[in-house]
């Protein structure tokens, strides 16, 4: 059974994203998120209940409890490893499928490639919290977040950070802060559990975009969302990311559900066409350009004449199970 001090943690946590919400229904939601990353007390005490629940809670029932299977993190490497090495990468794979769409677009097509040269995974890990992709000797990590828990996280709002044209990302080191990002320089970007942190469908497409831009032609951006539904339950609703993305140029080459969280991978190929050509053909009449969330259709929730901005909510064992779940693989710090 969980402790009191578990209870209260995770409530805050649900609280915060809930607040968001709704508050991003009733006013403008960029005014409502820039509001919300200047209030260093409720970021600081958001990412402390963050940390320590990973750290003094779930990780320790992980050691018992908890299938490998079901971790994010491990299925983030997985995925990244799988794609990019051994003997046949899964990379080259998805290049010959991208060259036989553009053959059937045009049929004057002619291609001819490079290797993707990589030694190490440079991945971009957005919302990091605590960096837990720094144990692993394969992979080049930048963590960025708005309130980094461990010092290897740099101070970053991904929503608002320019893209430029560099060698590398633009760092301050008196702010342990990335100031801004070159085009086209990672191999991998990772979304986990950031999407819905995000009040509105706008800010989501946003973040999406700017990943893509980042991202390496043949790179792979990896979406996990919190999802205690069984299985096909939100189908339509990852369909119509699928098509959203389509329309920026992602082709999504994987899609898996875990115990309480869905992970996607999306390709970015060397042709946009190749994921509009997908949204051409599947479209369905309830597809549109939106990245919603099931809790965006939740009505409101909480009473915002309350000053207290950490005031927790009733929460379900659902609830329970997927921010305990979402956590689930990161290692000790």
């Not at 053959?103 to 837990?132: E, M, W």
């Not at 996990?224 to 339950?233: E, L």
């Not at 997908?278 to 009449?285: G, S, T, V």
């Not at 990245?291 to 659902?318: A, C, G």
Request: with cysteine; hydrophobic share 35%.
């Amino acid at each position: 059974m969980a402790s009191e001090e578990q209870l209260e943690l995770s409530g805050l946590i649900k609280s915060v994203h809930q607040q968001l919400r709704d508050s991003a229904k009733q006013n403008d939601p960029e005014a409502v998120w820039k509001e919300h990353v200047r209030d260093r007390t409720l970021l600081q005490s958001y990412a402390n209940a963050m940390h320590k629940l990973a750290t003094c809670y779930w990780d320790r029932t992980m050691e018992v409890s908890c299938k490998r299977s079901n971790s994010r993190i491990e299925w983030v490497v997985a995925s990244c490893r799988s794609y990019f090495f051994g003997p046949t990468p899964m990379l080259y794979l998805f290049r010959e499928k991208d060259d036989k769409v553009m053959q059937a677009i045009d049929i004057g097509y002619n291609f001819g490639h490079q290797p993707y040269t990589i030694d190490r995974i440079k991945l971009l890990d957005v919302g990091s919290c605590y960096d837990p992709f720094a144990d692993f000797p394969d992979f080049d990590v930048t963590a960025i977040d708005i309130a980094p828990a461990r010092p290897s996280v740099r101070h970053c709002d991904f929503l608002e950070v320019e893209l430029k044209t560099l060698p590398n990302p633009l760092l301050s080191e008196e702010q342990n802060s990335i100031e801004a990002f070159p085009y086209a320089y990672y191999d991998a970007v990772v979304f986990s559990l950031l999407l819905e942190y995000l009040p509105s469908t706008d800010q989501r497409m946003r973040c999406c975009q700017k990943a893509y831009d980042l991202l390496k032609p043949e790179g792979i951006l990896l979406i996990i969302t919190p999802d205690s539904r069984h299985q096909g339950a939100n189908a339509k609703l990852m369909k119509n990311w699928r098509y959203t993305l389509g329309l920026i140029g992602y082709s999504r080459i994987k899609i898996e559900k875990l115990e309480h969280v869905t992970c996607m991978v999306f390709r970015k190929s060397i042709y946009p066409a190749v994921g509009k050509r997908w949204c051409d053909i599947h479209r369905e009449a309830y597809m549109e350009p939106v990245l919603n969330i099931p809790q965006d259709f939740n009505e409101l929730k909480m009473d915002h004449s309350s000053n207290d901005s950490t005031s927790t909510l009733p929460r379900s064992e659902v609830d329970d199970g997927a921010i305990r779940d979402a956590f689930a693989g990161l290692p000790f710090c």
